[in-house]
């Protein structure tokens, strides 16, 4: 199974600005996903990052607010631009189609 | 659009007693996964259920996955206070392509 990392683990904000997050894998795969888990709430998937195409949003999230790259395999980045309270949540990445295994997260709170 | 609910929502469960929890999804699925989450942390994946009939168990936790019901059922047997966390059910459908989909929770509190 797959060892992912995120960074960094986490932070808190000031409204207004960005943060990207950094998932890692140990090991190379295809799809990697993003999800987000707002306070009291289950998890909700922000996109799919595939390598060499753009990622694929689910409804609800749009590139502009949480741009991601693919560099390559085992590396994705999230970002939360021009952020408000309302982004204050965990963000979670998930690598591989039929994995299971979660990064530990990224805890968020934005003043 | 694939919908995954869970319930109960809230369980709160005395030490020793035993008690199911369930999850009900809306379409085809491929999986189904059971996580369990302590406050302030990830997910910690528990069961990966793939075929109908499909029964796992860990500790005093078994899964069990109907497919013709589109019911999948956590089972928790003579509940210690260490069981206290909240479990989520994700379904990845058929067309979905490795996304998954979440149930709402459910808070389990288990009290001496």
């Known amino acids: 199974s797959a060892v992912i990392s995120q960074k960094p683990s986490r932070d808190i904000c000031q409204r207004g600005t960005s943060l990207t997050i950094q998932c890692q894998v140990d090991s190379q795969v295809t799809m990697m996903f993003w999800y987000r888990q707002q306070p009291g709430q289950s998890l909700t998937l922000i996109a799919t990052a595939n390598q060499g195409s753009e990622a694929t949003y689910e409804s609800g999230f749009v590139i502009d607010k949480f741009p991601i790259s693919r560099p390559n395999l085992t590396f994705s980045t999230l970002t939360v631009s021009n952020m408000s309270p309302e982004d204050s949540s965990i963000y979670l990445c998930?690598?591989?189609?039929?994995?299971?295994?979660f990064g530990p997260g990224t805890r968020l709170t934005v003043l | 659009e694939l919908k995954v609910e869970q319930n109960p929502l809230f369980l709160s469960m005395q030490e020793g007693k035993n008690y199911t929890i369930y999850c009900n999804y809306s379409t085809t699925s491929d999986r189904l996964y059971w996580y369990r989450q302590d406050p302030g942390k990830s997910l910690e994946s528990l069961f990966v259920l793939l075929s109908n009939g499909a029964v796992k168990q860990e500790g005093r936790l078994m899964a069990s996955l109907d497919t013709k019901a589109r019911l999948s059922t956590l089972h928790i047997t003579a509940a210690v206070h260490d069981l206290s966390a909240t479990y989520f059910c994700?379904?990845?459908?058929?067309?979905?392509?490795?996304?998954?989909?979440f149930g709402q929770g459910t808070i389990l509190t288990v009290h001496p």
């Open positions: 998930r690598a591989g189609g039929a994995e299971q295994f």
């Open positions: 994700a379904v990845d459908g058929l067309d979905s392509y490795g996304k998954l989909t």
